[in-house]
């Protein structure tokens, strides 16, 4: 505990002073709240009678489509990973593929989705999918050839396999990677659920923001920001958590091992 406290308070400490400055410079140089409001004006706007019931709206919104849109990428990401590896030929025909669907802006993209999806739900979670899948496919690839040769080699000795060597060799060692790849998409599923609510929503943080920056309420802006780094560092913690519980039989720094 003692450990995790030396660890977690430089953070806390950085962004305090951080806090202080912001509140120091707005308070005595003399700028306009529309401009740059303080932190304390910035709370207090978000927890306005008028303003935080639709914050907390707009968040359960952004909330919904980034969890479902990060389930559903990742759920590709391993499924795609897994027919890459196993199947003969799938990676040098699709890898090409899968570098140019992430070379497209993402803010060309989502108009594109809207054009051929419409404007519901369908086309921001697809958004939101497209760029969570990518690096859970790359981690999980990565993890899935980064198996120990001895333990191969062992397993072919006693007989296994293909897929007994897949399930009980390569998926165990690549587990770690799977959850690397999910970090990194944590942190890109808000990012993209923002853009594809500011493209064409009626609901969620990116539609409030754009709405509020339209009508220069820059303390509203800046507390939807706010909620926005706080959710996802949230999803990330969560994303390393369950890390934390489902390698927890893999001792850190060990390559991929035999499925106890």
């Known amino acids: ?14 962004i305090l002073l951080f806090l202080l400055a912001w509140q120091g410079v707005v308070m005595y140089g003399g700028i306009k709240p529309y401009l740059l409001p303080s932190p304390v004006q910035v ?3 978000a927890l306005s009678d008028k303003v935080w019931p ?11 489509r980034t969890l479902l849109g990060l389930s559903l990428g ?28 992430q070379n497209i802006p993402i803010i060309v993209l989502g108009p594109l ?30 993890g899935l050839r ?17 897929w007994t ?25 808000v990012t993209s659920a923002i853009v594809a609510e500011w493209l064409g929503a009626k609901s969620g943080l990116g539609y409030f923001i754009k709405l509020s920056a339209s009508g220069f309420f820059t303390a509203r802006v800046l507390a939807a920001t706010g909620i926005i780094v706080l959710f996802s560092l949230l999803l990330y913690m969560l994303v390393a958590a369950a890390e934390r519980w489902f390698v927890r039989w893999k001792p850190q ?5 035999l499925q106890p």
């Open 74 to 101: 990742t759920a590709a990401g391993i499924v795609l990973s897994m027919l890459l590896h196993l199947v003969p030929g799938a990676r040098r025909g699709l890898s090409p593929m899968l570098i140019l669907s």
């Open 146 to 162: 980064q198996s120990d040769p001895r333990l191969a080699n062992y397993l072919a000795m006693i007989g296994a396999g293909r």
């Open 113 to 142: 989705l809207m054009i051929w999806l419409g404007f519901g739900e369908l086309p921001k979670i697809v958004l939101i999918v497209l760029v969570c899948f990518f690096p859970v496919t790359v981690a999980m690839m990565t």
């Open 43 to 45: 709370v207090q706007e």
């Open 165 to 189: 060597m897949f399930r009980r060799l390569e998926l165990p060692g690549a587990v770690p990677y799977l959850f690397s790849g999910m970090k990194i998409a944590a942190a890109y599923s």
């Open 1 to 14: 505990m003692g450990s995790k406290l030396r660890r977690g308070w430089p953070p806390l400490a950085v």
């Open 54 to 64: 639709r914050l907390v709206e707009h968040t359960l919104a952004t909330a919904q």
């Open 253 to 257: 720094g060990e390559g991929g091992g």
